[in-house]
């Protein structure tokens, strides 16, 4: 992709995120604080809209190579766009998740795949895309994310194993840039929205799975093992709490750090993107890639943020109920 283009399709984001936000306050598209909220103005919601419209920005340039991954894109980014206007029934969100998350699979040819493969595949998409909807909590975080791990992929894609056309991935950090420019900032001009948590989260995990199935390598999961930390040590204690583990709540490690330790959000979400930087760049460079060092890694990880989390947040917090 070359520079012209590179800054006219970041122009073109730029001013549609712009003349959404004059939508979204026409149509009073707003964050409003709550009890687990960990922001206290009114935000305007969905700036992460972004990320489904600059996916498709690619075919009308590149052509329709990718053209289920784009259908299913816009069937997940739709039904989240109307959850954040006006709540959803689950049974109508769930349906359409399935039918995203299947023309994804469809475009990355899972269905000739056995069917155990298929139901582990579903599982983990569908249990990623929550839990990266569910660390969309403070400034900052998702877009930093994402920014690590959409560069992480573009590099392994040019010098380790190509997977994917670069110029995809290129459109995709484009527009987590331009959103990073209204969010990654003490205060942010909009949030994601779960139009942007669940989108972002669809794209990337489209890229993981694509690389996955090109390498046969599974240690490319680690790219999100931060999120995976939290999210499933926060599940966890909630447990040991006897807590309904689908209430709405502020438990995440991350969310101790910005609500109850007072840290900047943009502090908070920096940590975030470079520890995990850290993570890939051990991953590429250091790491074997075989089932014995990505189980043992999985176990020190685990092990180590349960500690950091006891230390931080003491037993009390962690296990009372």
Known sequence: MNIILLLVIFILLFITELIYFRIADKFNIIDQPNHRSSHTGITLRGGGIIFAIGMLFYPLYFGFEYSYFLLGLLAIAFISFMDDIKPVSNKIRILFHLIGVALMFYQLGLFNLSFYWIILALILVIGSINAINFMDGINGITGSYALITLCTLLYVNIYVAPFVASDLLIIAIISVIVFNFFNFRKKAKCFAGDVGSV???????????????????FSYLLFLLLYGLDTVTTIFFRLIRKENIFDAHRSHFYQYWANERKMSHLVVS???????????????????HTIFVICLSLVFSTVIFVILRYVQEGSERLTAH
């Open 199 to 217: 989108s972002i989260a669809f794209i990337i995990l489209f890229f993981l799975l694509k690389l996955i199935i090109k390498t046969e390598d």
């Open 270 to 288: 920096a940590i975030y993107a470079i520890v995990q930087l850290m993570i890939n760049a051990l991953i590429l460079f250091l790491v074997p």
